[in-house]
C-alpha cells in the first residue's frame, strides 16, 4: 500500500469516525435552560470541538491500525465474508 493510498484511507475513516463522534456530549441550549435570543433552542449549548477532534483522531488511528493488520496479515478477505453475491469479486 502507497503513502497516498494509506492517507486517503485515514481520511475517510477520520471523517466517518467524526461524524459518528459529533453527538456525543451535546446538550442543546433548550436542555441547558439558556435559549440564546434569535437561535433556535435546539441548537448546541457548547460544541467543543477541540475534545471531537482528538477524539476522533485517537479512534480513527485505532480503526486504522486494525485496518492495515488486517490488510498486511490477510486475516480477513473478501472470501471470508458470506453473502457477497460472486458477481462483485470478480
Not at 17 to 42: I, K, M, Y
Not at 48 to 61: Q, R, S, Y
Request: charged fraction near 10%.
Amino acid at each position: 500500500m502507497s503513502i497516498v493510498a494509506a492517507a486517503a484511507i485515514y481520511f475517510i475513516i477520520w471523517w466517518l469516525v467524526l461524524f459518528a463522534v459529533l453527538p456525543f456530549g451535546v446538550r442543546s441550549q433548550h436542555e441547558a435552560g439558556d435559549v440564546v435570543p434569535g437561535s433556535d433552542p435546539g441548537a448546541p449549548q457548547r460544541t467543543a470541538m477541540l475534545n471531537k477532534v482528538i477524539m476522533t483522531t485517537i479512534v480513527a488511528t485505532i480503526v486504522f491500525g486494525l485496518y492495515y493488520t488486517n490488510y498486511t496479515l490477510g486475516l480477513i478477505t473478501l472470501d471470508d465474508i458470506p453473502l457477497i453475491p460472486r458477481a462483485f469479486l470478480n
